[in-house]
């Protein structure tokens, strides 16, 4: 969050506890000792708070600090690219995080690439389940010893609870959504 978006939340945040108790700005102002002025542009974020004056406001609406400054439980619903965590795993050209902190969700989607020379991702039996989609290329799916192909357009879902690898197949690079389910590490 930048430090304008912050604040405007506090002087959002502040205007509505002077709203919801029915005072204008001025009585506000009579009660912390500061002029209506000053908080009109906090209410409209056109100014910065020191910390001694939003005490000041506080106490004269009631309001403990840490009541002020804690969070809802807001989910975040759209996620951007800029969201998005890359990280190094070995046999795969690129590993994608879609969600960050998804590590709080039961499920974990994933972007993940393949060039023809990788090796490809290998797991042990675990609990969950696994979904993928292929968006590009074709993958080989190795369950147990049992071997299945999927390719662009295509889509898989099995139990974790078996030895299991995805790897590229042809000679163009592969990509696919991978969800698991619960997460599994």
Not at 5 to 22: M, T, V
Not at 106 to 135: A, C, Q, R
Not at 153 to 181: A, M, Q, R, T, W
Request: some cysteine.
């Amino acid at each position: 969050m930048t430090s304008i978006e912050i604040i405007n939340k506090i002087g959002s945040k502040l205007q509505a506890l002077r709203n919801a108790q029915g005072l204008t700005q001025e009585e506000l102002a009579d009660r912390a000792g500061l002029t209506k002025g000053f908080i009109s542009q906090v209410e409209r974020g056109l100014t910065s708070i020191s910390v001694e004056s939003l005490i000041l406001l506080l106490n004269a609406l009631d309001e403990d600090i840490s009541d002020f400054f804690a969070e809802t439980s807001e989910e975040d619903i759209v996620f951007t690219k800029k969201d998005r965590i890359i990280a190094s795993k070995d046999g795969v050209s690129k590993y994608e995080f879609l969600i960050p902190g998804a590590q709080n969700w039961s499920m974990d989607p994933t972007i993940i690439e393949l060039n023809p020379t990788d090796n490809g991702m290998e797991e042990g039996p675990h609990e969950g389940e696994e979904f993928g989609y292929v968006l590009d290329g074709c993958i080989t799916l190795v369950l147990d010893d049992k071997v299945y192909k999927a390719k662009k357009g295509e889509c898989f879902y099995f139990d974790s609870n078996v030895n299991h690898k995805i790897k590229p197949c042809g000679s163009k690079k592969s990509k696919i959504l991978l969800i698991f389910s619960p997460i599994s590490y």
